[in-house]
């Protein structure tokens, strides 16, 4: 098959037969036809994902590489951030963001177990794992209707002499009221982790200057599992523009070590083996020197590669996203009474990941039932209230590990009432239009 080419031209030709495979064997898949099931999200992806990933796979370098070095390089570009961390899922990228200020480079601001960390109940349970998993104190807050997002009103009282920081998530696309949320931690000199994860290429104006959500905190993470904004099948990014916290993450990131050299990389500085760390002795290999206790939390160049095929499709799949929630909350301004409908904060573009609705004299139960039953999937906001699940229940009976300012009401009826549909990118105006008249059906018929 390859007699007489070099390794380059046996690789093109490779690469064109999968460009010939994905013509003939993905595009059909990929057609929407009336009837068809309805998924919340999936992946929209083309020949060139594949192709990256069999030239990725053909070198067989396997971790992180060329691509992981581009794809760092072009996400942190399109953030306009300065430093991006690969790394293999967004709960990883939450437990990296969090396990870095825990370092001792950040000396009086580093966290310790026992401090307190603010954030909601409403949301993914890994923006609470990693502060419950070290030992320090989450403290949660209500979140408002219709936004689904902290009730900013309430920090100042959740604030105590033990609170070092404030991780939050943008809920599904939609910020945060991040200028009151920055100007609370500047006050009162606490870390802010946004939890971008939902919410990849959402925009905040402040001042005027247009800044990405994920960028304004201290630390941002991003996840690229399937449903996501865009998607390397697993996988997740941590980015900051303080290169102190870029040092922790990175160390922290690739087992804790104290070495910047990259995979298959020896002695970049110099200093492999004139240096003194600790109590080691003189001239111990700089490699397999560890200044934290990390974690290998690498993403595979595989994964990379597919990712810098999906970076290139992002601004259009944010605007795709804007398109279908702006149709999906037009068709359904006549069930309003029944169906509080989502809402974004001035000066904000969502990248909405979703369109949430909240039963208002409706009956969930049923009208998700209905739903589902004309093969069209939904969702609950996550947890609902994390507090509920089975993983607090030794520390909800020992009362212990956590603490809640105020009644947490808005949460609690997020759990029983709130659910919501795709506006993914695959989706065309016909299947927007067939889930809106579904949904305003089931209202109706759910009386």
């Not at 709960?91 to 370092?103: C, D, P, R, V």
């Not at 709130?418 to 109706?444: L, R």
């Given at each position: 098959?390859?007699?007489?080419?070099?390794?380059?031209?046996?690789?093109?030709?490779?690469?064109?037969?999968?460009?010939?495979?994905?013509?003939?064997?993905?595009?059909?898949?990929?057609?929407?036809?009336?009837?068809?099931?309805?998924?919340?999200?999936?992946?929209?992806?083309?020949?060139?994902?594949?192709?990256?990933?069999?030239?990725?796979?053909?070198?067989?370098?396997?971790?992180?590489?060329?691509?992981?070095?581009?794809?760092?390089?072009?996400?942190?570009?399109?953030?306009?951030?300065?430093?991006?961390?690969?790394?293999?899922?967004?709960?990883?990228?939450?437990?990296?963001?969090?396990?870095?200020?825990?370092?001792?480079?950040?000396?009086?601001?580093?966290?310790?177990?026992?401090?307190?960390?603010?954030?909601?109940?409403?949301?993914?349970?890994?923006?609470?794992?990693?502060?419950?998993?070290?030992?320090?104190?989450?403290?949660?807050?209500?979140?408002?209707?219709?936004?689904?997002?902290?009730?900013?009103?309430?920090?100042?009282?959740?604030?105590?002499?033990?609170?070092?920081?404030?991780?939050?998530?943008?809920?599904?696309?939609?910020?945060?009221?991040?200028?009151?949320?920055?100007?609370?931690?500047?006050?009162?000199?606490?870390?802010?982790?946004?939890?971008?994860?939902?919410?990849?290429?959402?925009?905040?104006?402040?001042?005027?200057?247009?800044?990405?959500?994920g960028t304004i905190g201290d630390i941002g993470t991003s996840s690229f599992y399937p449903p996501h904004h865009m998607t390397m099948g697993e996988g997740g990014a941590v980015y900051t523009d303080n290169p102190l916290l870029h040092k922790c993450i990175r160390s922290m990131r690739d087992w804790g070590r104290d070495c910047i050299c990259g995979s298959g990389e020896d002695n970049r500085c110099g200093h492999r083996f004139d240096g003194q760390y600790g109590e080691l002795p003189e001239g111990y290999d700089h490699k397999y020197?560890?200044?934290?206790?990390?974690?290998?939390?690498?993403?595979?160049?595989?994964?990379?590669?597919?990712?810098?095929?999906?970076?290139?499709?992002?601004?259009?799949?944010?605007?795709?996203?804007?398109?279908?929630?702006?149709?999906?909350?037009?068709?359904?301004?006549?069930?309003?009474?029944?169906?509080?409908?989502?809402?974004?904060?001035?000066?904000?573009?969502?990248?909405?990941?979703?369109?949430?609705?909240?039963?208002?004299?409706?009956?969930?139960?049923?009208?998700?039932?209905?739903?589902?039953?004309?093969?069209?999937?939904?969702?609950?906001?996550?947890?609902?209230?994390?507090?509920?699940?089975?993983?607090?229940?030794?520390?909800?009976?020992?009362?212990?590990?956590?603490?809640?300012?105020?009644?947490?009401?808005?949460?609690?009826?997020?759990?029983?009432?709130?659910?919501?549909?795709?506006?993914?990118?695959?989706?065309?105006?016909?299947?927007?239009?067939?889930?809106?008249?579904?949904?305003?059906?089931?209202?109706?018929?759910?009386?």
């Open positions: 098959m390859f007699e007489g080419l070099s390794e380059q031209e046996a690789r093109a030709q490779i690469l064109d037969e999968v460009e010939q495979y994905y013509q003939k064997y993905h595009l059909d898949k990929k057609k929407y036809h009336c009837g068809d099931p309805i998924h919340y999200a999936s992946r929209v992806y083309d020949s060139e994902e594949m192709k990256n990933l069999i030239d990725s796979g053909l070198e067989f370098w396997l971790t992180a590489g060329r691509y992981t070095k581009q794809f760092e390089k072009e996400f942190a570009e399109y953030l306009g951030i300065k430093y991006c961390s690969l790394v293999n899922s967004g709960s990883s990228a939450n437990l990296l963001a969090f396990m870095a200020l825990t370092s001792p480079l950040l000396q009086e601001r580093q966290i310790h177990p026992g401090d307190e960390v603010i954030t909601v109940a409403a949301g993914f349970p890994t923006t609470v794992a990693p502060a419950v998993q070290y030992g320090a104190i989450p403290v949660f807050v209500d979140v408002t209707i219709p936004e689904y997002n902290v009730d900013v009103r309430m920090l100042q009282e959740a604030l105590s002499e033990k609170t070092k920081a404030v991780m939050l998530a943008h809920t599904m696309g939609n910020p945060f009221d991040i200028r009151t949320v920055k100007k609370f931690c500047d006050e009162n000199n606490l870390w802010l982790i946004e939890d971008n994860c939902d919410s990849l290429g959402s925009i905040v104006y402040i001042d005027g200057e247009k800044k990405y959500t020197v560890y200044s934290h206790f990390g974690y290998n939390l690498k993403a595979t160049d595989m994964q990379a590669a597919v990712g810098v095929a999906q970076l290139k499709k992002l601004p259009e799949f944010v605007k795709c996203r804007r398109h279908n929630w702006g149709k999906m909350e037009k068709a359904l301004q006549s069930v309003k009474d029944k169906l509080i409908l989502p809402k974004a904060l001035p000066d904000t573009e969502p990248s909405w990941f979703g369109f949430l609705l909240t039963c208002d004299g409706a009956d969930r139960k049923k009208i998700v039932k209905q739903i589902e039953g004309n093969a069209i999937q939904t969702r609950m906001l996550f947890a609902g209230n994390i507090l509920k699940h089975p993983c607090f229940e030794q520390m909800r009976e020992e009362q212990r590990g956590y603490r809640v300012v105020g009644d947490l009401y808005n949460t609690d009826r997020i759990m029983n009432d709130t659910f919501w549909v795709g506006v993914y990118p695959g989706m065309n105006d016909e299947m927007i239009e067939h889930i809106a008249e579904v949904i305003i059906d089931a209202v109706k018929s759910c009386k």
